[in-house]
């Protein structure tokens, strides 16, 4: 937060140039060290997952664990990709709205107002991939036929605090 609050009360361009870099190498810094963390509960999640596979004793496995264990994989390879790019040197590729706002989560555990525009996709023609992504990470709203935007009411009011407006255009 010291870094942010003295890039916008800068003495001079060079400063604020270098403070941007300090900036942008924390936050990959904490990104990455985020990302070695989801990376080690994702891999418990994954022996467990195959522990209950393994004790079915030749049974069928019930399809919620064949979903579970699909959007678990897909969850890893894309940390595995994130971290990959990252390490590579690529720049962020998502806004870190819980740092750049901590400030907004620690006094009031969410923002005032959400606006949003959320795409209306049928079920039907979500990728296979980023729907169990979508359900793995929303399980409260998934439902066989959800569309997209019911992950994004989700999203949005997890964002609120307690007596926030959702306005959705």
Known sequence: RELQDAY??????????????QIDTTEADIVRAALRERQQDEQTKLENVQLKLANLGGKAPPPALIAELTALTHSIDATDATLT??????P????L????????????????IVIANPPYVRHEKIA?????????AYPAVANGMADLYVYFYARALQLLHEGGTLCFI
């Open 97 to 112: 709205y819980r740092l750049h706002f901590a400030s907004v989560f620690e006094q009031k555990d969410g923002f005032d």
């Open 128 to 136: 296979p991939t980023t729907l169990a992504t979508l359900k793995a």
């Open 8 to 21: 916008f009360q800068p003495d001079g361009a060079a400063q604020r140039g270098q403070l941007k870099r």
């Open 85 to 90: 790019s990252l390490n590579a040197g690529q």
């Open 92 to 95: 962020l590729p998502f806004f």
